[in-house]
């Protein structure tokens, strides 16, 4: 069994920064592209950012329009985990955020975390 189990969430100013992770466990063999969705009341699930694994291309990094400039994805993969830096949080950032990764246990499946609360608000 895989699971990914997210922490880092919580209340915090506008202006403010979270720093999000997620841990990958279980058996694994292989870990593809990394990354972060998040989804506000009332709104579907969107794309925050992901990031490729790094063995070919270095670690390629992709961030929707929204947070682009404010917030930073990284990832240790001999952790197999993955990190959200949230800088300059505002209000509209508010949503559960929800790790997600492409696994290879005995084949190559997406895998979702339980998702964490981040709440911007003064």
């Known amino acids: 069994q895989v699971q990914l189990v997210e922490s880092g969430g919580g209340l915090v100013q506008p202006g403010g920064s979270l720093r999000l992770s997620c841990a990958a466990s279980?058996?694994?063999?292989?870990?593809?592209?990394m990354g972060w969705y998040r989804q506000a009341p009332g709104k579907e699930r969107e794309l925050v950012a992901h990031?490729?694994?790094?063995?070919?291309?270095?670690?390629?990094?992709n961030y929707a329009a929204s947070v682009k400039g404010r917030f930073t994805i990284s990832r240790d993969n001999a952790k197999n985990t993955v990190y959200l830096q949230m800088n300059s949080l505002k209000p509209e950032d508010t949503a559960i955020y929800y790790c997600n990764a492409y696994i290879f246990s005995d084949r190559w499946d997406a895998y979702w975390g339980q998702g964490t609360q981040v709440t911007v608000s003064s």
């Open positions: 990031m490729t694994d790094g063995m070919t291309d270095g670690g390629n990094a």
């Open positions: 279980g058996s694994i063999r292989s870990i593809g592209i």
